[in-house]
């Protein structure tokens, strides 16, 4: 019987910084750390330090939305070190993984749905629902936090701003979290996606000719 295939999954997005090393759907190891900034020093030690350096058969990164740097980071990590082991390099949605986590944690309750809402650039947040299969249903979006409250509408939010959310409209139940790594197995497989261009959720303050900002995502297959 052949062995699992081990996957290195790195989270560099937001806030958070986590790494977690798996083979098959089993955690081998990982780790978390709320940096807030500095990501770009702690990733690389952070995967060092998983057994066999974090060597894998394939690597899954965080496209964002988040931090514009967080998520360069990431991705420079994952496509250097896949170049190096010969290993495909996927992506995920932060928020496809933050809602993954809620549904873990809230169980029945989260039957109705997810709405994720993070925070964004210039006081903006982004959010997007979840059905409770993890098939997204309000798109990606970046709001004002009014605009977010009038439009969430589940019950259950997760996310960095979850709780600012709730109390903006009045109801509902929030989950302050953050993607970890480590929680890599809760994504559905239809989460993954083939295409690692970066889902910044927004336009960006300065545009270059002929440069278009992909909101959209591509499932792998």
Known sequence: ????????????????????????????AGDWQKLGRGHAERLVPMIAALPGNGRADRIVVALGPGSFTGV??????????????????????????VAAMARDLAG?????????????GHGEWFVESH??????GLPLSSLPPEEAAS???NLLVAGSQARA????RGFGTALDLLPD????????????????SP???????????????????????
């Open 165 to 168: 959310l709730v109390e903006r």
């Open 72 to 97: 360069r980071v990431g991705l420079a990590a994952a496509r250097a070190l896949g170049f190096a082991w010969g290993a495909p390099v996927l992506g995920y949605s932060t928020l496809a993984l």
């Open 108 to 120: 029945a309750e989260a039957a109705a749905g997810i709405d994720v809402a993070m925070t964004g």
């Open 1 to 28: 019987m052949g062995t699992a295939q081990r996957t290195l999954v790195i989270d560099s997005a937001t806030e958070a910084c986590s790494v977690a090393l798996f083979d098959g759907a089993a955690l081998i």
């Open 199 to 221: 889902l910044y959720g927004r336009a960006p303050d300065a545009r270059l000719p002929a440069t278009a900002v992909r909101t959209a995502t591509q499932p792998a297959q």
């Open 131 to 136: 059905g409770p299969d993890g098939a997204p």
């Open 181 to 196: 790594a480590r929680c890599f197995a809760l994504l559905p497989a239809t989460a993954l996606l083939t295409d690692t």
């Open 151 to 153: 439009t969430c509408r």
